[in-house]
């Protein structure tokens, strides 16, 4: 189940409904906390940044076992989420199609995101995740440069980290090739959480500003424009 990006009130009834009906509650430690209020005495299972593999499968074995589980992902579970994993671990299981799941979406951070700054989500855009963990850099460079090309919004999603700094900047070469200095760039840390910062600024001047694991950068098209304190994508109606 996704709890959107943060903020309970961002929760869908659906995904409460789950939630309270859950005996065991699964999900990173810092998700966990933000829907802590929601969760009471019930079992949780919780972990830290890259166990996600061992505690989707604590989650399978404890589903297998008779128990209704809630894996909790923020945002969207199918978006960079775990309920790709889930389902993978389910299959090589042998339990795909035996035990009952459902995949509750949720709010993406790329959609809560866009609505701080407005509408830059307004025509086509492609989600690259900075992060190379699991996908090569190589891989996502040439993903970065067929977005670029093809004039797609850009949202970048774990664009940098305290080790990790040099992908943000080699992101911004990239999409400078291929659209002007002055596109304008959203920045937003901690979507609808404590401390949530909205920066509107420039391609060009856009790594002058604090971004990290907490931030979704969304980077303009060619027709994107800054409107007072929004950005917009103009999808193509005649004003």
């Avoid at 409460?16 to 929601?38: E, F």
């Amino acid at each position: 189940m996704g709890t959107g990006p943060g903020a309970v009130e961002h929760l869908s009834d659906r995904a409460r409904d789950a939630l309270a009906s859950a005996q065991v509650i699964v999900g990173y430690t810092t998700y966990i906390n933000l829907i802590k209020d929601l969760i009471g005495d019930r079992e949780v299972i919780s972990t830290g940044m890259t166990k996600e593999k061992e505690r989707c499968q604590q989650a399978v074995e404890a589903a297998a076992s008779g128990r209704r589980v809630a894996v909790v992902s923020s945002g969207d579970p199918g978006v960079y989420g775990m309920a790709g994993l889930v389902l993978e671990i389910m299959e090589s299981s042998g339990l795909l199609g035996k035990l009952p799941v459902e995949v509750v979406p949720g709010i993406t951070s790329a959609t809560a995101s866009a609505a701080k700054l407005g509408a830059p989500l307004m025509h086509d855009f492609a989600v690259i995740s900075l992060s190379d963990l699991l996908t090569p850099w190589e891989t996502i460079e040439a993903r970065l440069e067929a977005a670029a090309r093809s004039d797609f919004v850009v949202v970048l999603y774990n664009p940098a980290s305290k080790k990790r700094t040099r992908q943000i900047e080699k992101a911004r070469e990239i999409l400078l090739l291929h659209r002007q200095p002055q596109t304008p760039v959203g920045i937003v840390k901690n979507t609808a959480r404590e401390k949530e910062s909205v920066i509107i600024t420039t391609l060009d001047c856009m790594t002058e500003h604090s971004i990290d694991m907490l931030s979704t950068v969304i980077v303009g098209n060619s027709s994107t424009r800054r409107a007072g304190d929004f950005i917009i994508t103009p999808r193509g109606y005649r004003i």
